[in-house]
């Protein structure tokens, strides 16, 4: 069973950095993706990030491509995401999740942190 905790959100002004952390349970991960979601109030959970866990190969949503950098360090067991020139929208409850094999479609993640609150104010 895999376990995610993730780390790092809180309360930022527009144009500022965060960076959240999430980090895993002992297991090996290879040919795993690692992604971030996040969900707005009223709204539905969506697809920011993704990593190629063995490869280290990337893919964004347009909304923050050029802004967020998805990152891991193996030997932490830890998925990163670096997140630069916050926007308001960007707001949310961020969660790490898990699957075996590449979708940026929350349902076909198996594994789930409890997520980490985001704002970022005006």
């Known amino acids: 069973q895999v376990q995610l905790v993730e780390s790092g959100g809180g309360l930022v002004q527009a144009g500022g950095s965060l960076r959240l952390s999430c980090a895993a349970s002992d297991r090996t991960f290879s040919n795993y993706f690692m992604g971030w979601f996040r969900q707005a109030p009223g709204k539905e959970r969506e697809f920011v990030a993704n990593?190629?866990?063995?490869?280290?190969?990337?893919y964004y949503a347009d909304s923050v491509k050029g802004r967020f950098t998805i990152s891991r360090d193996s030997a932490k067991n830890t998925v990163y995401l670096q997140m630069n020139s916050l926007k308001p929208e960007d707001t949310g409850v961020y969660y790490c999740?898990?699957?075996?094999?590449?979708?940026?479609?929350?349902?076909?993640?198996?594994?789930w942190g409890q997520g980490t609150q985001v704002t970022v104010s005006s």
């Open positions: 990593i190629n866990w063995s490869y280290g190969s990337t």
């Open positions: 999740a898990a699957r075996g094999g590449w979708s940026r479609s929350w349902s076909d993640y198996n594994y």
